[in-house]
């Protein structure tokens, strides 16, 4: 059974970065058949996908347009954990993120962490 | 980025009986492979959301077999057959065709 247990602070100033950390276990992160992302959530947003990483013969990472050259997305294998860094948040990016495992093959987002509400404020 | 809609937005059920959700996608979900990128995810009340039904019709592992998708191209179908108290929630369809994966705005479900 995949545990997904996520870290980090709950409360940014705006123009910092956000930054999470998502532990695995009960798998690995450089697992070939999976992908592992970040979702969030907002009132006004609703879900939101965020982007992803993923490991075949190399590692590849895929962001949503809106936020690319904000976001990064890391996969940490000496950790077996995923991390996020938002930069230059304002306090639209306030939301409840998630880490999740996605399976290969359409297979749907098989996992989810438990959910960390960070709010951007001064 | 693929639009989805639900229809509808909120829904009051008797237990025991029949429930239905609709979805649309902004353009076809059916992949050069045949299989039809679409799933269902329940969000419980104070819970993260957890997988129904993925490429449109298949039952994620220990999902009950009264949930059941349907559909084709851009118009799908989540049927509950029977619904208890437990299936209390929001549900929301997800294309997964292409990146950015894009969620419905979501189908409040109660019990009345």
Same mark, same amino acid.
């Given at each position: ?7 980090g602070p709950g409360l940014v100033k705006p123009s910092q970065t956000l930054s999470l ?17 970040w979702i969030r959530q907002s009132p006004s947003r609703?879900?939101e996908?965020l982007g /992803?990483?993923?490991? %075949? ?6 962001y949503v347009?809106h936020v690319m050259g904000r976001i990064t997305?890391? +996969?940490?294998?000496?950790?077996? /954990?995923?991390?996020l860094e938002l930069n230059s948040v304002t306090p639209e990016d306030t939301a409840v993120y998630y880490?999740?495992?996605? /399976? ?12 960390t509400l960070v709010t951007v404020s001064s | ?10 829904? !009051?059920?008797?237990?025991? $009986? ?13 992949? %050069? ?11 419980? +009340?104070?819970?993260?959301?957890? #997988? #129904? ?5 298949? %039952? @994620?592992?220990?999902? +009950? ?13 989540? %049927?509950?057959?029977?619904? $208890? !108290? ?9 294309? @997964? ?12 479900? $109660?019990?009345?």
């Open positions: 059974q995949v545990q997904l247990q996520q870290s950390t998502c532990a695995i276990s009960g798998d690995t992160v450089s697992n070939k058949n999976d992908g592992w992302g609703g879900l996908w /992803r990483t993923f490991y %075949r013969s190399q590692w590849q990472t895929d347009p997305i890391n +996969p940490d294998t000496s950790k077996n /954990r995923l991390t880490c999740v495992k996605t /399976r290969a093959l359409g297979q749907g987002i098989v996992s989810w962490g438990q959910g | 980025d693929i639009v989805m809609t639900q229809s509808p937005l909120s829904l !009051a059920v008797t237990p025991g $009986e029949p429930a239905s959700i609709s979805c649309r996608s902004s353009q076809s979900l059916l992949n %050069r492979n045949g299989n039809t990128y679409l799933d269902w995810y329940l969000q419980k +009340p104070g819970k993260s959301p957890q #997988l #129904l039904i993925y490429l449109t019709f298949n %039952r @994620a592992s220990g999902v +009950p077999d009264r949930f059941s998708g349907s559909g084709s191209g851009t118009d799908f179908t989540l %049927r509950i057959s029977r619904v $208890e !108290a437990e299936d209390v929630g929001v549900y929301y369809c997800m294309q @997964a065709l292409q990146t950015p994966f894009t969620f419905g705005p979501g189908t409040k479900v $109660e019990i009345k």
